[in-house]
């Protein structure tokens, strides 16, 4: 067999292997640890596994330097990422193309208050114009910062963690946190002179999703059919059920006075994700939060 012979032989089984090398997904790695973080990557996990046979092997693949959700949004266009968890707003379906699946079925739009323990004038609340006669504290990051001032409440802009502080010294009377992360989030914080107001929660139409830089369509259908197919499987539900956070998440918001808020960034593409929220929810023995709310910050 000639040397030419070899060489043409040599290509075709490199080309082979690599039509059949598995695709590479680039996802980020967030900035904060906590278990919602690794059900996203699972959630995605199963996503990708229900349309493997018609598109292809997949492996995810972390990108190695932790960025916060307005960097994993640009780590898109700049060819960094191919994926963004982020919390869904008119501007950013304008930026990038939206895949509308409500990860934690609807309970980040549902914000249950930090106050101090000795407090007893803000568990009286019962409707938003008794609580705007309190001051809140939000980290000026996120979009429930502008949720709360486009709601007539008085914010006070600060970061995560020194939020706490702001109410412990008394610079603020509420810190509104997701009814899934508030209890992991507060041991981590170390306030044990704060605790969780009871009696009301603020909902508001807000969800967490995933985004794909635009033009990458043939990825945001994968993720799309994936996503649908776990959804109606049953699998998505099944391992969302299974997380401690959720199942205490879902008693956390029982019994309580919703006081509901605009949110005038979710635009009819955000809402789709709460589309999904009843049959996620459907046959659980507890309450089903509003279909229009879902995010770590």
Not at 194 to 218: E, H, Q, T, W
């Amino acid at each position: 067999m000639s040397k030419r012979i070899l060489a043409v032989l040599c290509c075709a089984v490199c080309l082979c292997g690599n039509a059949n090398a598995a695709q590479i997904l680039r996802a980020p790695t967030f900035t904060t640890t906590h278990a919602i973080i690794d059900y996203f990557y699972e959630q995605l996990q199963l996503a990708i596994e229900a349309t493997q046979e018609d598109f292809g092997e997949m492996k995810v693949v972390r990108v190695k330097i932790p960025v916060e959700e307005e960097r994993q949004l640009r780590n898109l266009n700049d060819n960094i990422a191919d994926i963004a968890w982020a919390t869904c707003t008119r501007e950013r379906n304008e930026q990038y193309t939206p895949v509308a699946v409500p990860f934690t079925a609807g309970l980040f739009g549902i914000r249950l208050a930090v106050v101090r323990e000795e407090d007893s004038n803000i568990t009286q609340v019962d409707s938003l114009e008794s609580l705007q006669s309190f001051v809140a504290v939000q980290s000026s990051k996120w979009h429930d910062y502008l949720v709360l001032q486009q709601n007539g409440i008085t914010v006070l802009a600060s970061d995560r963690f020194s939020a706490y502080r702001a109410i412990e010294r008394g610079l603020a009377d509420f810190y509104p946190r997701g009814a899934v992360e508030i209890t992991e989030e507060m041991e981590q914080a170390n306030v044990p002179k704060l605790s969780i107001a009871p009696g009301f929660a603020l909902r508001y139409p807000m969800f967490f999703i995933i985004y794909v830089k635009k033009g990458n369509d043939a990825l945001a259908e994968r993720l799309n059919t994936g996503f649908a197919r776990t959804l109606e499987s049953g699998k998505y539900k099944a391992l969302l059920s299974e997380k401690a956070w959720f199942v205490e998440a879902q008693q956390l918001v029982q019994n309580r006075q919703f006081i509901d808020l605009d949110n005038f960034q979710a635009n009819a593409a955000c809402l789709k994700a709460g589309e999904y929220v009843p049959a996620i929810l459907s046959q659980d023995n507890t309450t089903a939060p509003s279909p229009n709310s879902d995010k770590p910050d």
